[in-house]
């Protein structure tokens, strides 16, 4: 074996990706790295029995691209599998319970392969002009209640390990192989039906696509009544905690994936709440799934609880969870019909239960402080008056000492979110390429653009970035000692409460709504605003809020608007019963 002699042969090793190549004795170059032998051999020159003859011992594999440099062959939807299973190993590293994904999302998966009739029919569609290799199964009817061996598939791949080790290559694999030959495989694309998918158009048919893996996601965890909301997944997401950018990386490397698989998963943008939540809907819909299980007040996703977690979020008094119970049930949103999701109804829709919540604790701050930056600060000045005569006695919730923290440390997260954004590293560690011909110059390109990142972060700043941190359900921390960072938990909110009869009334009798149109209808003696014209709490307030589920302020405007109708409906109709009651009896 001669090292020196292997130095002109410049090509990548396909296992490990390395350039260090050896001579066997029989000729053939292998990877000093892991031991990998290539069917290609060194070229001879023997002068002794031809003179000025070159002799060449080449392979077969050297006319055409074998299948250990093609890798598998495989579909799109086997892509997308294996990024739902590394979605739900994550969620279930998260606290998820194991049945989530051996059982919902598996079973939800199957159902989309049998209804893009992909898989599990007895007439899969034709791909690259073929018929795919498809499990047959049992499911002549569409009926949910008739198909409970779905639960019980023991040869899911969702059940098997995703990434193969060493020892067990080549006993199991990851995926069912189909056996194409290479005149199938597409030059486009490394999946066999990437160009052809990027290209279908199916009325009633959706078309899986990234962001519909965390619509699966959210379906199972829905379906579970898991204590994480669309928020917490997005934000999860967001933190790397559950792939999704760049979740090809993860693929194995057998599965090439290259030109068309680019558009198909590669993601260059952030997940937008609104776009998963109707995607949601659309893929509940077209699986046709029932009546989920029922959301009861001893849920996670019911109001009552979701409340109390933001209200601990964003440091404000307990005594206001009794007021948001309130103000759930007079406008009915606590409801089992209301909140449990039922995709075969007409109206097919589900609820925002974080941003519900999160509008509730706005319409009951309004309530009490009106947010018009007069009456708040006023009844802040009450306050802050008594505490300093009392400061014995149980405290008054400030109004105007809470803004002034909470916008500190949200000035401070935000901005460190912000940088965490600009510094996100879009790239990925695994290059994508058009085609395989362009395979070195995109790894060399990347492996220019690694040590360049090397060399200026050694320029500006010479310490070790920050690990990845633990997820939490909660970004604001309101438990230490720190005396700048008072806790309002145990505040009383006797300042802006008075008492009348055995019931408490707010000392604010004016409110204003969100919505103008309502206000004509309804209450027409309250000064209506636009939205240009807020209030700098109420904006402040907004932005918090917003910030905490990454969503658009407008979004949560209108969620308090719908609160705020409902909330108000119920109590015209109540004035009205009563006055009509009234004319009754003087008659």
Not at 283 to 301: M, Q
Not at 567 to 587: A, D, I, N, Q, W
Request: glycine fraction near 4%; proline fraction near 4%; charged fraction near 25%.
């Amino acid at each position: 074996m001669d090292l020196e002699e292997a130095e002109e042969f410049k090509e990548r090793c396909t296992q490990c990706e390395a350039v260090s190549w050896g001579l066997t004795d029989e000729g053939k170059y292998y990877c000093t790295s892991c031991h990998n032998v290539t069917e290609r051999s060194k070229e001879v020159i023997n002068t002794d029995v031809i003179p000025h003859a070159q002799i060449k011992a080449l392979n077969r594999g050297l006319k055409r691209k074998n299948n250990s440099e093609k890798g598998w062959d495989w579909y799109v939807c086997e892509g997308f599998q294996y990024i739902l299973y590394q979605q739900a190993e994550a969620l279930k590293n998260l606290g998820v319970g194991p049945e989530l994904k051996n059982d919902v999302l598996h079973n939800f998966w199957k159902r989309y392969l049998q209804k893009s009739k992909q898989a599990y029919c007895k007439n899969p569609v034709h791909t690259t002009g073929r018929k795919p290799t498809v499990l047959e199964d049992n499911l002549s009817h569409s009926d949910w209640a008739s198909e409970p061996e779905l639960l019980s598939d023991v040869n899911s791949p969702f059940l098997e390990s995703g990434m193969e080790s060493q020892s067990d290559v080549h006993t199991r694999k990851s995926f069912p192989i189909s056996k194409a030959s290479q005149s199938e495989t597409s030059v486009c694309s490394g999946s066999l039906d990437g160009v052809e998918y990027s290209q279908r158009k199916e009325k009633g048919i959706v078309k899986m696509t990234m962001p519909q893996t965390l619509a699966f996601c959210y379906l199972s965890l829905l379906w579970q009544r898991e204590a994480i909301t669309l928020s917490d997944l997005l934000r999860f997401v967001e933190e790397d905690h559950i792939p999704y950018i760049n979740a090809f990386q993860h693929f194995p490397e057998q599965m090439k994936l290259y030109g068309r698989d680019r558009g198909i998963f590669g993601t260059e943008s952030w997940p937008n709440y609104d776009d998963i939540y109707k995607k949601t809907i659309e893929v509940a819909t077209f699986l046709d799934l029932p009546r989920f299980p029922e959301i009861t007040e001893d849920c996670y996703l019911h109001p009552n609880i979701l409340c109390m977690k933001y209200l601990m979020e964003v440091n404000l008094p307990d005594e206001m969870h009794s007021l948001t119970c309130h103000v759930v049930k007079m406008t009915g949103m606590g409801e089992v019909d209301f909140l449990t999701f039922d995709p075969i109804a007409k109206m097919a829709k589900t609820v925002k239960y974080d941003v519900q919540a999160v509008a509730i604790i706005v319409v009951v701050l309004k309530l009490l402080f009106l947010l018009d930056d007069n009456l708040e600060w006023s009844l802040s000045n009450l306050a802050e008056k008594h505490n300093e005569k009392n400061k014995k006695d149980k405290p008054w919730f400030d109004f105007r000492k809470w803004y002034q923290i909470m916008k500190k440390a949200f000035d401070e997260k935000k901005q460190n979110w912000e940088e965490a954004r600009a510094k996100y590293l879009w790239k990925s560690e695994k290059p994508l390429y058009y085609s395989y011909v362009d395979k070195p110059v995109a790894y060399k390109k990347r492996e220019m653009v690694v040590n360049l990142q090397k060399q200026f972060s050694t320029l500006v700043d010479s310490t070790p970035t920050a690990g990845k941190k633990s997820p939490s359900s909660f970004q604001f921390n309101w438990t230490g000692e720190d005396t700048e960072r008072t806790c309002f938990h145990g505040h009383s909110l006797q300042g802006v409460l008075k008492e009348k009869g055995q019931s408490l009334l707010t000392k604010n009798s004016l409110y204003w709504l969100s919505t103008q149109k309502f206000c004509r209808c309804y209450c027409t003696h309250v000064t209506t605003y636009e939205e240009s014209n807020y209030s700098l709490s109420y904006q402040f307030i907004l932005n918090l809020f917003s910030f905490l589920l990454r969503i658009k302020t407008s979004l949560l405007h209108e969620e308090v608007s719908l609160v705020e109708k409902e909330l108000f409906k119920k109590k015209y109709s109540v004035t009205k019963k009563k006055s009509k009651s009234k004319k009754v009896r003087r008659y």
